[in-house]
């Protein structure tokens, strides 16, 4: 690309970004401004409609200092633009002739509407890289419907297993669902950038909200139902496939997570040996089940002596994962969120000098970087007859478009891949979706966990492995370690997410893979990160959630003990999400400056990126964030209902007056217009609970899916709470060829979840194959190392290869 960067130079500076984003996709615009790019928010005249939400500094209404705003547009410079005027119309064209991406997240059909559609900006700007966020996608049975974050979260089939049994479904905790859909459309805008640096052409990339969330590599639950024909139901514990949960201390709650047999071995011990948990068999998960009850009363009675931070180390001294459930200022001021320095400063002219929360991933070479805060209206506008007048330096180094590039997408990018648990194989999986060449290097066959039945877990490992060659070596072995390092000198990255000694004990830390080939991007993705005191402390997802924030406010605000709402391991999928889009800026990084380097990923701080609104808002606040559960603050009725049938829920969502009027007289209600209670936007929100119990009387007769199509088809948001059955029927999702069929050996025919985000033009399609842990020995140690069948043979003799 264009000239050489130094060290202050972030990994996509030169990169001009578009932004037509409001809530829905404004997070994704803050990331690559925070990795370099320079991005442009366009607002209407009358400004971003989150310039009217609070929280605001000072409980002042100032469209200036409002936070809502700020936590989603921080970094960006600010142009105003009314696009249904011709004269702006075409102001915005002349934008998009020299800018590299427009990001937006209006609904599909919107800018077609304005003839701003991609196959009109495509012929301004044939490198142009389009990204669209919506709620379900650019085509589709549902492309039209609105979503707001509970819609999508409800769609999206996580919903029905957060919260308690007889209660209603929670939603995740500072609109997850489009800060998750976010990070995904940023990992796939840099996918379709990196494309373009082969082809010269653009690319339409199409974010479904609804999609990112089904493609959670945690759950599942699609797959699973395929397969077995479960349907997880509520339980209002932690998680149902384990003996974890949450127990009160001193001044507080804390949660922990034992599952593995030398775990529960330790466990027992810290509980004194109780002869209730002496019996061996009890070192298998499924055998503890009716011991939960007497667990917990053994567990509380302990934890009931301890503070939950010296509960939180004394736990963790004996290598068992635990975490108190921290509110979101006491993930800010905790030691190792401090040390690792994750919170920013920012510099702004009405809010002054203020803290601000920051990213989860840190770059030897290219670290991300908050150089500005939110944008005044129209502060940046004198730059659209200057600058922006003339084309990116990213723009002038695209190569001319070519019709038939000589290369496929992401060809040439080899990662090795060292994974363990859920997020390895995850974020090995995004890339592989995507075109890289992936070699899994297993460092011993993956042993069966008894948690899940057999059929299942045969297919859940081929399922996180698809896509990729997979090598089992034995890395302990110095014949071993020689044979990855071999594999490492012929590759671009390696990403592994081992704890944190693991790798410099086979001597592949990254200051010896420099060594092997200086320009390799290392990307390490450890629960705590590499540095700080908390480090080498054990964690699984559930706890890195605790850790974080996310847990104390997932929950139902009517149910006092916190962590059991959210039956999630949800960093499990976030922390690879980050992991992607990590990568493929150093990737762009070293195309630009021939430089690699070295990714340090904290896990825990991938979960509190997810919840950035009310981190920000204790930091100029003062003030803890508390659980909302499904209410708004800002719209009512906005909630989740009964419906007709046994534990079947819908959500709804009335977004203005218009809507109210239309929903009352869908309802048969119309008295709620002229009630004080009911009337005006205002007064529902103080009476939304008696306007909840009405709601919930009528929609009691009717089934999800009767509602959402009857609310939808009026031009109000509403949707089904899916559950695994729905899921795997979704016409959606089905006519889009996310849900597709197909044959694995071992177990017959599965129903497959496809890429989170695709690419319509240049996009990769996956093979789909899955192989089993050492199937490809040969194949790689052959094809790239050159190695003859007698060497690999003497190998796999000596139990170097497995």
């Known amino acids: ?50 310039r009217r939400e609070g929280p605001f500094k000072d409980d002042h209404s100032d469209p200036e200092q409002s936070l809502s705003f700020a936590a989603y547009h921080t970094n960006k410079r600010g142009l105003v633009l009314n696009l249904e005027n011709d004269q702006d119309r075409e102001s915005f064209r002349q934008l998009v002739r020299h800018a590299d991406v427009l990001i937006e997240d209006k609904p599909a059909g919107h800018l077609d509407r304005l003839e701003l559609g991609y196959d009109a900006l495509q012929s301004i700007n044939p490198a142009l890289v389009l990204t669209s966020i919506t709620g379900f996608g650019q085509s589709g049975p549902y492309r039209d419907f609105k979503a707001p974050n509970i819609v999508a979260f409800a769609m999206g089939g996580l919903m029905n297993l957060c919260g308690h049994p007889g209660r209603a479904p929670l ?98 011990d810290w509980l004194g040996r109780p002869h209730e948990l002496l019996d061996p068999k009890y070192e298998n998960v499924q055998n503890r089940f009716p011991l939960r009850q007497t667990i917990d009363r053994l567990v509380e ?143 011993g066959r993956a042993v069966r966990s008894p948690q899940r039945g057999q059929k299942f877990q045969v297919a859940s490992d081929l399922e996180s492995n698809r896509d990729r060659k997979r090598i089992v070596i034995d890395m302990k072995h110095p014949d ?24 410099a004990s086979w001597g592949l830390d990254y200051p010896r893979m420099k060594e092997i080939r200086p320009d390799i991007i290392m990307a390490s993705l450890q629960a705590f990160g590499q540095t700080g005191p908390r480090r080498d402390y054990v964690s699984f997802g559930p706890i890195l959630m605790s850790y974080a924030g996310m847990a104390y406010l997932w929950r139902d605000p009517e149910v006092e003990r916190p ?27 070293r195309a630009r400056t021939g430089k690699g380097q070295y990714i340090d990923i904290s896990q825990a701080e991938t979960a509190a990126s997810m919840i950035g609104p009310a981190h920000l808002a204790y930091l100029i606040t003062g003030r803890e964030p508390q659980p909302q559960g499904n209410f708004s603050a800002t719209m009512a009725p906005h909630g989740c209902y009964r419906c007709k049938g046994d534990d079947r829920w819908c959500v709804i969502v009335v977004q203005s007056q218009e809507e109210w009027i239309r929903f009352c007289e869908l309802a048969e209600h119309r008295e709620w217009l002229t009630d004080h209670r009911f009337s005006e936007p205002a007064a529902r929100i103080i009476y939304r609970q008696e306007l909840d119990y009405w709601i919930g009387k009528w929609t009691a007769k009717y089934t999800p899916h009767q509602l959402m199509l009857m609310l939808q088809r009026e031009g109000i948001a509403a949707a089904v709470v899916q559950t695994a059955e729905d899921l795997y029927r979704d016409p959606h999702l089905r006519e889009r060829g996310f849900a597709r069929e197909v044959y694995c050996p071992p177990i017959g025919w599965i129903t497959r979840a496809g890429p989170s985000v695709r690419l319509t033009e240049h996009g990769h399609k996956p093979h789909g194959f899955a192989h089993v842990s050492g199937e490809d020995n040969e194949a790689v140690l052959g094809d790239i190392l050159g190695m003859s069948s007698a060497e690999i043979r003497d190998l796999a003799d000596r139990q170097i290869l497995k």
């Open 1 to 50: 690309m264009a000239a050489e960067a130094n060290d202050s130079t972030g990994a996509l500076s030169g990169l001009r970004v578009l932004d037509l984003t409001a809530r829905m996709g404004g997070y994704c615009g803050l990331l690559l401004a925070n990795l370099g790019a320079e991005v442009f928010l366009i607002e209407p005249p009358g400004g971003d409609p989150m």
């Open 563 to 589: 962590g059991a709402g959210c039956q999630t391991a949800f960093p499990d999928y976030v922390a690879p999400s980050y992991g992607a889009v990590a990568i493929l800026a150093a990737l762009h990084y």
């Open 480 to 503: 071993g370690a020689a044979l990855a390092k071999k594999l490492i000198a012929k590759s671009d990255v390696v990403a592994e997410n081992f704890s944190a000694h693991v790798m």
């Open 171 to 268: 939603m995740g905790p500072c609109d997850v669902a489009y800060h998750l859909g976010s990070v995904h459309a940023a990992f796939g805008t840099l996918v379709a950038l990196f494309n373009r640096s082969i082809s010269g052409r653009g690319d339409h990339v199409d974010v479904s909200l609804q999609e990112v969330l089904v493609a959670d590599p945690f759950l599942r639950i699609m797959t699973r139902y395929s397969i077995t024909g479960e349907v997880p139901e509520r339980t209002g514990h932690s998680q149902s496939t384990t003996v974890a949960e949450t127990y009160q201390c001193r001044d507080g709650y804390a949660r922990i997570f034992v599952n593995q047999p030398d775990h529960w071995k330790r466990f027992v």
């Open 301 to 443: 009675a302990r934890t009931l002596n301890y503070e939950a931070k010296k509960f939180f180390d004394e736990f963790q001294s004996l290598r068992l994962a635990a975490a108190p459930i921290n509110s979101p200022s006491a993930f800010l001021t905790d030691e190792q969120t401090q040390q690792r320095a994750y919170v920013t400063t920012v510099e702004h002219s009405r809010l002054g000098r203020y803290d601000f929360p920051g990213d989860p991933y840190q770059f030897s070479e290219s670290p991300w970087r908050v150089e500005r805060g939110a944008p005044q209206l129209g502060e940046h506008q004198q730059q659209i007859g200057g600058d922006l007048a003339r084309p990116s330096s990213w723009r002038m180094a695209a190569p001319a478009a070519a019709s038939r590039p000589e290369r496929k997408p992401f060809q040439g990018i080899r990662v090795i891949s060292f994974p363990t648990g859920i997020v390895g194989p995850a974020l090995a999986a995004l890339l592989a979706e995507h075109g890289a060449e992936v070699i899994s290097i297993e460092a």
